[in-house]
């Protein structure tokens, strides 16, 4: 390892699967990875939210990541997982198809989004990197509640 890569900043990532893409978090915004619980919908919510459920007492809401991020809405068996991230001063069950791996990068790994990508993607995909063939998008995961837009804006 060359002198460069020893300074360089290394992020830890949780990677995760919505169908066929790759996508990835910081890992320290993840508190934990528990399996599909059925939740209880709440009325009028919207389409990404899939409800609630009892996490230790507490009330935890589910957002459907794919639904989110408007590739598709998850109908969640055994097999999907809930990880359960912190943010913005919120604890959030996020639906996905499947955690893949932790990832150790650089920050000069990652590629900004394209130009060519609406801003909608934009809003949620902070960049995209090439690991052993496969392409993960990063995701910023304080856009992803609805509060968080309406701050930003």
């Not at 900004?112 to 990508?117: I, K, L, N, W």
């Amino acid at each position: 390892m060359t002198e460069v890569q020893n300074n360089a900043a290394v992020r830890e990532l949780i990677a995760f699967r919505i169908g066929e893409q790759e996508f990835c978090v910081d890992i320290m915004s993840v508190r934990e990875i528990r399996g599909w619980t059925p939740a209880t919908p709440l009325p009028r919510s919207p389409g990404y939210m899939k409800g609630v459920i009892n996490l230790r007492g507490a009330v935890l809401p589910i957002v459907d990541l794919g639904a989110r991020f408007g590739l598709r809405t998850s109908e969640p068996t055994a097999r999907h997982v809930i990880m359960v991230a912190h943010i913005g001063g919120r604890t959030v069950g996020l639906l996905v198809d499947a955690v893949s791996d932790i990832i150790q990068l650089t920050e000069g790994t990652v590629q900004p989004t394209p130009d060519v990508a609406s801003d909608d993607v934009r809003t949620f995909v902070k960049g995209i990197f090439a690991l052993d063939g496969r392409m993960i998008s990063l995701i910023e995961l304080d856009m992803i509640l609805p509060e968080a837009e309406a701050e930003a804006a």
